[in-house]
């Protein structure tokens, strides 16, 4: 069965800015979520019970528990409970984290769980792509195609005051777009992924044409770990940025330098 959403998080209120961190980090990895700020209007004139069933009963492949005090004591977040378990009856999942010591009357003790204080948000994040049953390489494909779309809305907004050709070419490992005036190359931007002994590698290149003897030509090459983390192995790669050794661990800010430096590239073609 094919669900909407991969994730259903069921929560009070009061954990929403923990729900906001996991659920941020799930999306960036290419996980379909559920969270109810995510679609306020969804319910919206809805009749809550109804549509709380629907979600979590008939759409979600995996309802994520974050249970607390809170959680035990609201009227809603216990009926959300109590979906699950009735959902885990017919074999699927669900799965608990406390953020609190507590527990609910008509939940089974042996259920395993585990505590949001033991772990940090990219260990919980992990563990559910896991449960998901995806890798490191579908991982690595989410974030090609993140850094594949941010570049094309990037490069498309430099081109609003431009108006040059756009051409686009892509397949399973590489990606390339290019701006062209006059049909001469003025600016492209490749990426492409490489398998490596386990890991993949990125490759990107930026470069401004035409190249003069001082031109800045900006390509560099990382890798994802399994701890996902963001290695940089080549000199030279947006100088004004990275450095040489530097681990990142955040995707978001990857994703965010590379749009910066798209920009600055385009930039110079308004001087």
């Keep these: 069965m094919k669900h909407k959403y991969e994730i259903a998080f069921s929560y009070a209120s009061e ?14 990895l290419g996980v379909s979520v559920f969270a109810d700020y ?20 008939e759409e979600s492949k995996i309802i994520l528990i974050f249970l607390s005090r809170e959680y035990r004591d609201k009227a809603y977040t216990s009926f959300e409970g109590r979906i ?9 999942h669900f799965l608990i984290i406390k953020t609190d010591d507590v527990d609910l009357s008509w939940l089974n003790t042996a259920q395993g769980f585990i505590k949001w204080a033991d772990y940090s948000v990219e ?9 998901l049953g995806k890798t490191v390489d579908n991982q690595t494909n989410s974030l090609f195609q993140i850094i594949q779309r941010r570049a094309v809305t990037t490069i498309e907004q430099i081109n609003l005051f431009l108006n040059y050709t756009l051409l686009h070419y892509a397949d399973k490992n590489s ?9 001469k190359i ?5 990426l492409i992924v490489k398998e490596r002994t386990n890991s993949l590698f990125y490759q990107l290149f930026l470069v401004k044409y035409p190249l003069y003897k001082d031109s800045e030509l900006y390509n560099g090459e990382f890798c994802i770990t399994h701890d996902n983390e963001f290695v940089l192995y080549n000199y030279g790669f947006f100088r004004s940025i ?5 681990t990142y661990q955040n995707q978001e800010e990857l994703v965010d330098a590379i ?11 308004y001087d």
């Design 242 to 246: 990275f450095s040489p050794t530097i």
């Design 123 to 131: 260990q919980i994040a992990n563990m559910l792509m896991k449960k």
């Design 186 to 190: 003025s600016m492209r931007f490749s």
């Design 84 to 92: 699950a378990a009735e959902k885990s009856l017919k074999n699927e």
């Design 175 to 183: 990606f390339s777009i290019e701006l062209l005036n006059n049909d």
């Design 15 to 28: 954990q929403k800015a923990l729900v906001k961190k996991l659920s941020d980090k799930l999306i960036k």
């Design 38 to 57: 995510l679609e306020p209007e969804r319910f919206w004139g809805s009749f809550l019970p109804e549509e709380l069933r629907k979600v979590y009963y």
């Design 259 to 269: 749009a910066s430096e798209l920009i600055k590239c385009g930039e110079s073609f």
